[in-house]
């Protein structure tokens, strides 16, 4: 079990770009979850996979935020046109489902948008 | 709808002190109930669960007693360590799916 992993860790952009970002999830997990965390603040939920199939959508997932997890592995989690509002942590987190609810996180991307 | 409320913090506690962390709910269903720590710079890792009624989460010296009757879920510690410092979330899921998260508790044990 290698544990939630994402990539990059940090990243620095400027208003306006585009950005990606990528999370590995525990192999054995079908469900993938993504969450952002503002300073001072609990994470809150944007979006959740279960396999390949996006079930769910936050409405704090504006137009410019998309996901995918196009082969039920890995997903990626891309802002368009990005605003300094934007500037946050972002989380990816996986389970297994089923009767086993608990999620497991991975060490975030820091985003910060000058 | 679905809140998790929790103490404020900062909570500063000397070694070897008892620790209290007060979180309470509102669900609209039967939720699970989680603790999750995060350490600096790092994840939110998950430290106890409990999935039904009067069930008691522990691990690590820490735990918390799913309480239907108050809608608590109260995280406690006998005797804290200088590691034990990190910032404390309370979270439900009624679904299994979107977590709902209080807004943490910080948590610096001095020797």
């Known amino acids: 079990d290698t544990g939630v992993s994402q990539d990059p860790r940090h990243k620095i952009t400027k208003r306006g770009q585009n950005v990606t970002f990528r999370c590995d999830p525990i192999s054995e997990h079908n469900r993938l979850y993504w969450y952002r965390q503002t300073l001072g603040q609990g994470p809150e939920f944007l979006t959740y996979?279960?396999?390949?199939?996006?079930?769910?959508k936050s409405r704090l997932l504006s137009d410019r935020f998309s996901a995918e997890r196009p082969k039920g592995s890995f997903s990626t989690l891309e802002i368009q046109r990005t605003e300094q509002g934007d500037s946050a942590m972002y989380l990816c987190a996986s389970s297994l489902g089923g009767g086993r609810p608990e999620q497991y996180f991975g060490p975030g991307t820091r985003l910060t948008v000058t | 709808g679905n809140s998790v409320t929790q103490m404020e913090g900062p909570v500063t506690l000397s070694e070897e002190a008892f620790l209290t962390i007060n979180c309470t709910y509102t669900a609209t269903g039967y939720p699970s109930l989680f603790w999750y720590v995060q350490y600096p710079g790092e994840g939110l890792q998950l430290l106890l669960k409990?999935?039904?009624?009067?069930d008691k989460g522990s691990n690590k010296g820490f735990e918390a007693t799913y309480r239907k009757e108050t809608t608590s879920f109260h995280l406690e510690k006998g005797s804290v360590q200088v590691s034990d410092s990190a910032v404390y979330f309370c979270a439900l899921t009624t679904t299994g799916n979107q977590f709902y998260f209080g807004t943490g508790t910080s948590l610096t044990v001095i020797p």
């Open positions: 409990a999935t039904k009624a009067d």
């Open positions: 996979f279960q396999n390949e199939a996006q079930l769910e």
